[in-house]
């Protein structure tokens, strides 16, 4: 086996949870679980949250049957709604929350004969331009919807685009666009996103939707996970497999890019991009070696990456290595790769084995 796991910890991701619920006292909250819940494993996730959580968040149709696998009675809110007609009938069978952002979805579910009336979240396009109806548009389906056969609920959702930039303009417009329809009849709302619940309560509604915070990485450039009280979930861990010296002048990795320019000693890692490390992680990104600072030397290869063990003498074969995680912050790792934390924590691909820890 190479020497490579994603340690989880799913007390760490219990008490990010937590974290979400005291933000946002008398709350519910959906979980956001999608994406195998952000590369951590979404049958875990679920498992050790089934108590928790009042719901779970997620991208599509295959993702919801997964989840319903494994817990028969939360609400689970599907995220982009329905991409074809015929899959408002299976939604109704698994009894899922439906997200109905443009006219095409709700013509769709109009036309469906369904076993059982559907919990359905209009969607507003209250300033992020992805998805979503015009406040216009949503009050000319609100009226066709609410007494339709096909509807249990009607629900009203939106979602932020830069609650992650505090102060950002388009945040209070958007709360205010939002605010804008209340003077409709809707059962429940949500708004709030990581970024939201923990620096905007004017948007915690109805329901919460934590992602990113609950896997203990900060949704804001300039607040750490640390300060806001979150625990990291994940940490990719790995060995050094080979140690070499390396003479002025003599260059390391695909490309010759990185050259030495004192006498160096080389560490090789075996992970590389096809175990979801960045490639484009340039040289001086940090890792953790046996507890210490060392920087990425050379390009990041499919398999494996070097680093720069120069000023750590002592380190040699087997010595334990942190690429992120309880030590290291995914954080800075994404900052100094020039990507989020979002997407190194959801790019770990499945060959890279999970090992979960409850406490």
């Given at each position: 086996?190479?020497?490579?796991?994603?340690?989880?910890?799913?007390?760490?991701l219990?008490?990010?949870?937590?974290?979400?619920?005291?933000?946002?006292?008398?709350?519910?909250?959906?979980?956001?679980?999608?994406?195998?819940?952000?590369?951590?494993?979404?049958?875990?996730?679920?498992?050790?949250?089934h108590?928790?959580?009042?719901?779970?968040?997620?991208?599509?149709?295959?993702?919801?049957?997964?989840?319903?696998?494994?817990?028969?009675?939360?609400?689970?809110?599907l995220?982009?709604?329905?991409f074809?007609?015929?899959?408002?009938?299976?939604?109704?069978?698994?009894?899922?929350?439906?997200v109905?952002?443009?006219?095409r979805?709700?013509?769709?579910?109009?036309?469906?004969?369904?076993?059982?009336?559907?919990?359905?979240?209009?969607?507003?396009?209250?300033?992020?331009?992805?998805?979503?109806?015009?406040?216009?548009?949503?009050?000319?389906?609100?009226?066709?919807?609410?007494?339709?056969?096909?509807?249990?609920?009607?629900?009203?959702?939106?979602h932020?685009?830069?609650?992650?930039?505090?102060?950002?303009?388009?945040?209070?417009?958007?709360?205010?666009?939002?605010?804008?329809?209340?003077?409709?009849?809707?059962?429940?709302?949500?708004?709030?996103?990581?970024?939201?619940?923990?620096?905007?309560?004017?948007?915690?509604?109805?329901?919460?939707?934590?992602?990113?915070?609950?896997?203990?990485?900060?949704?804001?450039?300039?607040?750490s996970?640390?300060?806001?009280?979150?625990?990291?979930?994940?940490?990719?861990?790995?060995?050094?497999?080979?140690?070499?010296?390396?003479?002025?002048?003599?260059?390391v990795?695909?490309g010759?890019?990185?050259?030495?320019?004192?006498?160096?000693?080389?560490?090789?890692?075996?992970?590389?991009?096809?175990?979801?490390?960045?490639?484009?992680?340039?040289a001086?990104?940090?890792?953790?070696?046996?507890?210490?600072?060392?920087?990425?030397a050379?390009?990041?290869?499919?398999?494996?990456?070097?680093?720069?063990?120069?000023?750590?003498?002592?380190?040699?074969?087997?010595?334990?290595?942190?690429?992120?995680?309880a030590?290291?912050?995914?954080?800075?790792?994404?900052?100094?790769?020039?990507?989020?934390?979002?997407?190194?924590?959801?790019?770990?691909?499945?060959?890279?084995?999970?090992?979960?820890?409850?406490?």
């Amino acid at each position: 086996m190479r020497p490579l796991i994603a340690s989880v910890d799913l007390a760490a991701l219990r008490h990010n949870h937590a974290v979400a619920k005291r933000c946002a006292p008398g709350r519910q909250v959906f979980a956001v679980v999608k994406a195998n819940a952000y590369g951590h494993g979404v049958r875990e996730v679920v498992s050790a949250l089934h108590d928790e959580a009042d719901g779970f968040a997620v991208a599509c149709l295959e993702e919801a049957a997964e989840v319903r696998a494994m817990h028969g009675t939360a609400r689970i809110l599907l995220l982009e709604g329905c991409f074809e007609a015929n899959e408002y009938r299976v939604a109704a069978q698994l009894g899922l929350d439906v997200v109905v952002q443009d006219r095409r979805q709700a013509e769709a579910l109009l036309a469906q004969p369904l076993s059982k009336p559907l919990a359905v979240w209009l969607k507003l396009d209250s300033g992020m331009h992805r998805l979503g109806f015009s406040a216009t548009e949503l009050r000319l389906w609100h009226l066709r919807l609410q007494d339709a056969a096909q509807v249990a609920e009607l629900n009203l959702i939106s979602h932020f685009a830069c609650a992650d930039e505090r102060g950002h303009p388009l945040t209070e417009q958007q709360v205010e666009a939002f605010l804008d329809l209340l003077d409709l009849d809707f059962n429940q709302r949500s708004l709030a996103n990581s970024a939201a619940i923990l620096s905007i309560p004017a948007a915690h509604m109805d329901w919460v939707r934590p992602g990113i915070m609950l896997y203990g990485a900060t949704p804001f450039a300039d607040l750490s996970a640390q300060e806001l009280g979150l625990r990291p979930v994940l940490s990719l861990e790995a060995e050094l497999i080979g140690v070499r010296d390396v003479a002025v002048g003599e260059s390391v990795g695909y490309g010759a890019h990185w050259v030495a320019m004192r006498p160096a000693r080389i560490g090789t890692v075996s992970c590389g991009y096809a175990d979801g490390y960045p490639r484009h992680a340039p040289a001086g990104t940090p890792v953790l070696v046996d507890g210490q600072r060392v920087e990425l030397a050379g390009r990041v290869s499919m398999d494996m990456l070097t680093l720069d063990l120069s000023d750590h003498p002592g380190i040699q074969v087997g010595a334990k290595v942190e690429l992120w995680g309880a030590q290291l912050p995914v954080d800075e790792v994404a900052r100094a790769a020039g990507t989020l934390g979002y997407e190194l924590l959801s790019k770990i691909t499945p060959r890279v084995p999970r090992r979960y820890r409850s406490r």
